[in-house]
């Protein structure tokens, strides 16, 4: 049984019970139908109310059926809806806690709606690739402005009843209340039954004028969504909801629905939904291992790193200790960390009063004794291993025992600094993104002697902090720069070829992402990149230059910073404008070395990148660096841009074919290494990455 049935007075109440969520599973689906034929059956019941249990109505289609058989068993939840809609007796929603997708749908087919005030509703399909499939995108319209509707139905995110109810206009709810939905709707149902009200949202009329709000939103949609299908069919179904009669459009939506679940689209955005939940559980790691408990955390270093992770922990109601080695620094860190703070007050979205408890929470020090009962430390100073030697030594010393040591570097070995401390298995690497309080990935970084305990923590730590976490082996540049390494070096090979840096952007970014390497080059500023290459040169005479890279650099062309970069930018303006002097760099180069330059098709430009990423992939999973494919794919998705819609390098590699990869690959080979022994292996027995 996956519905309660009860009846007070007049009133018959169908609750949803389907733990967690009330996802619309088979069983849900059949006891909503069966439920109602008793309510219709029993001639003291005049009205009827439709509601969840433990304050959520419903998050809509059951995640578990997806993909069983039972997610298309009778009733349909188009069956469903329609045994509603077509009720007799008005069935009034009780909406409490969350009301999406198909939990919506099943609201939209009741004839009134009352819900509480924080209740959240929402059509979020299109995130999985699809539009709504149960006349979502049909009858939103018709009780909501069409802009909003729009919105909700392309967009996808959540809207509160408080701020839907804003609207005088708006029909979806009848009332609205602040607590209690139920006992509300039930009043609701008494006072309708009486007058015999039954008010079916399909047959309400769109407003016809809305139709000319929907034009800027298409305009915007299409200049966003870079190849994903999803938004832009929704917004066809919303036009088709004005211009024709409900039935049509119903059909429409049906078209649309089955077209998309049957994509490879749909299918990788799920996939990056379950590859996100599989990430945070590390095969061999027992179930019950034991967390440790953090409540103080602090943070070495406050530069542009330490400043973001202060931040991350803070926002998350964490206290966090600052350590600096000078007042100044840290009286700098703690200014930009206000400074953050006021820029998201003054854009409305952090209350001021908010700000002074943000910045309550954090303690800044030039003391090492202050760290003496954190939990949690994490060093973001220097990139530079004698710095940290210094650091952890020190931290060895002062921390209590059990408090885990975390490194943020990017570059160094985490088994070395672990081996800096009496304690390697409390060691171990916390990788954020620049700027830590914004990106969500977060790397962490396995140590050969990292105890168990200590990994499980820090994936719970991650899980508070808000941060989708993958954990990575120790390897120069971790799953996600070493990756990056190999697709830059892709870029440049092709620059020195023959392509241009706006080609090779515009390439890629039809492919689906939001920058493609120079225009994102500089606006992340040339001049680090050149330092690092500077040292590495220096300790790795034989390493290959990246000569375009520093010639760039030399000529003091930093990026966005400098005005000027692998394009030029007009003062205070962010817009690449393709360069001359670029240009003439390149050609100087291939004159040069003699490169009769080639010209690379899109096509060609798209795999060269993306298959480097797969390739290199390969190896960092054969390694035993990534536990999983999907993993790979998370720390692209949530870290480097790469389209969500794409599910990732290794999801998309499996799409393409990777017998098709592999051939690219050998065609390409770039540093003469030939495609991954893994790539080749998987090639050849007609495999995938999953
Ligand atoms: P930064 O140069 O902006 O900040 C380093 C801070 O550490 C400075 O404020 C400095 O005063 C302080 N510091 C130096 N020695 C110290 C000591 N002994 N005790 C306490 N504080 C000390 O450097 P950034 O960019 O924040 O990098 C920090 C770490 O994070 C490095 O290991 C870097 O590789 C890593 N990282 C950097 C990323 C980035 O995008 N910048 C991304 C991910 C990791």
């Given at each position: 049984?996956?519905?309660?049935?009860?009846?007070?007075?007049?009133?018959?109440?169908?609750?949803?019970?389907?733990?967690?969520?009330?996802?619309?599973?088979?069983?849900?689906?059949?006891?909503?139908?069966?439920?109602?034929?008793?309510?219709?059956?029993?001639?003291?019941?005049?009205?009827?109310?439709?509601?969840?249990?433990?304050?959520?109505?419903?998050?809509?289609?059951?995640?578990?059926?997806?993909?069983?058989?039972?997610?298309?068993?009778?009733?349909?939840?188009?069956?469903?809806?329609?045994?509603?809609?077509?009720?007799?007796?008005?069935?009034?929603?009780?909406?409490?806690?969350?009301?999406?997708?198909?939990?919506?749908?099943?609201?939209?087919?009741?004839?009134?709606?009352?819900?509480?005030?924080?209740?959240?509703?929402?059509?979020?399909?299109?995130?999985?690739?699809?539009?709504?499939?149960?006349?979502?995108?049909?009858?939103?319209?018709?009780?909501?402005?069409?802009?909003?509707?729009?919105?909700?139905?392309?967009?996808?995110?959540?809207?509160?009843?408080?701020?839907?109810?804003?609207?005088?206009?708006?029909?979806?709810?009848?009332?609205?209340?602040?607590?209690?939905?139920?006992?509300?709707?039930?009043?609701?149902?008494?006072?309708?039954?009486?007058?015999?009200?039954?008010?079916?949202?399909?047959?309400?009329?769109?407003?016809?004028?809305?139709?000319?709000?929907?034009?800027?939103?298409?305009?915007?949609?299409?200049?966003?969504?870079?190849?994903?299908?999803?938004?832009?069919?929704?917004?066809?179904?919303?036009?088709?909801?004005?211009?024709?009669?409900?039935?049509?459009?119903?059909?429409?939506?049906?078209?649309?629905?089955?077209?998309?679940?049957?994509?490879?689209?749909?299918?990788?955005?799920?996939?990056?939904?379950?590859?996100?939940?599989?990430?945070?559980?590390?095969?061999?790691?027992?179930?019950?291992?034991?967390?440790?408990?953090?409540?103080?955390?602090?943070?070495?270093?406050?530069?542009?790193?330490?400043?973001?992770?202060?931040?991350?922990?803070?926002?998350?109601?964490?206290?966090?200790?600052?350590?600096?080695?000078?007042?100044?620094?840290?009286?700098?860190?703690?200014?930009?960390?206000?400074?953050?703070?006021?820029?998201?007050?003054?854009?409305?979205?952090?209350?001021?009063?908010?700000?002074?408890?943000?910045?309550?929470?954090?303690?800044?020090?030039?003391?090492?004794?202050?760290?003496?009962?954190?939990?949690?430390?994490?060093?973001?100073?220097?990139?530079d291993m004698e710095v940290k030697r210094a650091v952890f030594t020190r931290l060895d010393a002062v921390t209590k025992p059990g408090a885990i040591l975390a490194t943020n570097t990017s570059t160094l070995d985490v088994d070395q600094i672990a081996a800096l401390t009496g304690r390697p298995g409390d060691v171990l690497g916390m990788h954020f993104f620049s700027p830590a309080n914004v990106m969500a990935l977060l790397e962490i970084v396995r140590a050969g002697r990292t105890s168990d305990d200590v990994l499980a923590t820090a994936l719970a730590?991650?899980?508070?902090?808000?941060?989708?976490?993958?954990?990575?082996?120790?390897?120069?540049?971790?799953?996600?720069?070493?990756?990056?390494?190999?697709?830059?070096?892709?870029?440049?090979?092709?620059?020195?070829?023959?392509?241009?840096?706006?080609?090779?952007?515009?390439?890629?970014?039809?492919?689906?992402?939001?920058?493609?390497?120079?225009?994102?080059?500089?606006?992340?500023?040339?001049?680090?990149?050149?330092?690092?290459?500077?040292?590495?040169?220096?300790?790795?005479?034989?390493?290959?230059?990246?000569?375009?890279?520093?010639?760039?650099?030399?000529?003091?062309?930093?990026?966005?910073?400098?005005?000027?970069?692998?394009?030029?930018?007009?003062?205070?303006?962010?817009?690449?404008?393709?360069?001359?002097?670029?240009?003439?760099?390149?050609?100087?180069?291939?004159?040069?070395?003699?490169?009769?330059?080639?010209?690379?098709?899109?096509?060609?430009?798209?795999?060269?990148?993306?298959?480097?990423?797969?390739?290199?992939?390969?190896?960092?999973?054969?390694?035993?660096?990534?536990?999983?494919?999907?993993?790979?794919?998370?720390?692209?998705?949530?870290?480097?841009?790469?389209?969500?819609?794409?599910?990732?390098?290794?999801?998309?590699?499996?799409?393409?074919?990777?017998?098709?990869?592999?051939?690219?690959?050998?065609?390409?080979?770039?540093?003469?290494?030939?495609?991954?022994?893994?790539?080749?292996?998987?090639?050849?027995?007609?495999?995938?990455?999953?």
């Open positions: 049984m996956s519905t309660q049935y009860s009846v007070a007075g007049s009133v018959a109440i169908i609750r949803l019970d389907n733990p967690p969520v009330n996802g619309l599973g088979q069983s849900v689906r059949a006891g909503i139908v069966r439920d109602l034929s008793r309510a219709l059956d029993t001639p003291d019941v005049e009205a009827i109310v439709l509601a969840g249990t433990d304050g959520v109505f419903s998050a809509g289609a059951d995640i578990r059926e997806f993909g069983t058989s039972n997610a298309g068993a009778e009733p349909s939840l188009h069956a469903v809806i329609e045994a509603l809609e077509d009720s007799p007796k008005p069935v009034v929603a009780a909406i409490e806690g969350t009301c999406f997708g198909g939990g919506l749908e099943l609201a939209l087919a009741t004839h009134h709606r009352v819900a509480t005030a924080a209740s959240r509703v929402g059509l979020p399909e299109v995130k999985l690739g699809l539009v709504p499939g149960a006349g979502g995108t049909q009858r939103l319209p018709r009780v909501l402005d069409v802009r909003t509707a729009a919105e909700m139905i392309t967009g996808g995110a959540p809207r509160t009843a408080r701020a839907l109810a804003a609207d005088p206009r708006q029909r979806l709810f009848d009332r609205v209340v602040e607590a209690d939905a139920v006992a509300a709707a039930i009043e609701f149902a008494r006072e309708v039954a009486g007058r015999g009200v039954r008010t079916r949202v399909r047959d309400l009329a769109v407003d016809p004028g809305g139709a000319t709000v929907l034009g800027a939103l298409r305009a915007q949609l299409t200049a966003r969504s870079r190849g994903f299908a999803a938004p832009l069919l929704a917004l066809d179904l919303v036009e088709k909801a004005i211009a024709a009669l409900f039935d049509v459009g119903l059909a429409a939506e049906g078209a649309a629905f089955r077209e998309l679940v049957g994509g490879v689209q749909s299918a990788a955005l799920r996939h990056a939904f379950f590859a996100e939940r599989a990430a945070r559980r590390v095969p061999g790691l027992a179930p019950d291992t034991p967390i440790r408990d953090v409540r103080q955390v602090a943070v070495v270093g406050a530069g542009t790193m330490g400043v973001g992770i202060a931040m991350t922990f803070v926002d998350a109601g964490i206290p966090v200790t600052v350590l600096e080695t000078s007042q100044e620094a840290l009286d700098r860190g703690l200014a930009t960390i206000r400074r953050n703070y006021q820029s998201q007050v003054d854009k409305g979205k952090l209350a001021a009063i908010v700000l002074e408890q943000r910045m309550a929470l954090l303690t800044p020090s030039v003391d090492y004794a202050a760290l003496a009962d954190v939990d949690l430390v994490i060093e973001a100073v220097f990139e730590v991650a899980q508070r902090i808000g941060k989708t976490a993958v954990v990575s082996g120790v390897c120069d540049g971790f799953i996600g720069n070493r990756m990056l390494a190999r697709y830059r070096r892709a870029a440049q090979l092709m620059l020195e070829a023959g392509a241009t840096p706006e080609r090779i952007d515009s390439a890629i970014e039809g492919f689906g992402y939001a920058m493609g390497p120079f225009r994102m080059a500089d606006l992340a500023g040339g001049d680090i990149g050149w330092a690092v290459r500077k040292r590495r040169y220096a300790e790795d005479p034989d390493m290959p230059r990246d000569v375009l890279s520093d010639t760039l650099c030399e000529m003091g062309r930093f990026g966005q910073k400098t005005g000027a970069g692998w394009y030029d930018y007009e003062p205070g303006r962010r817009a690449a404008i393709p360069s001359p002097v670029v240009a003439e760099m390149l050609a100087d180069f291939r004159r040069q070395w003699d490169i009769r330059s080639v010209e690379i098709s899109d096509e060609e430009i798209v795999q060269r990148l993306v298959f480097a990423l797969v390739d290199e992939g390969a190896r960092i999973l054969d390694e035993g660096i990534a536990l999983r494919a999907s993993d790979i794919d998370v720390v692209y998705l949530a870290g480097y841009g790469f389209p969500r819609h794409r599910g990732g390098p290794m999801f998309h590699a499996d799409t393409v074919g990777l017998d098709r990869v592999e051939d690219a690959v050998r065609r390409f080979d770039v540093d003469g290494r030939g495609p991954a022994p893994l790539l080749a292996r998987l090639a050849a027995e007609g495999g995938t990455f999953r």
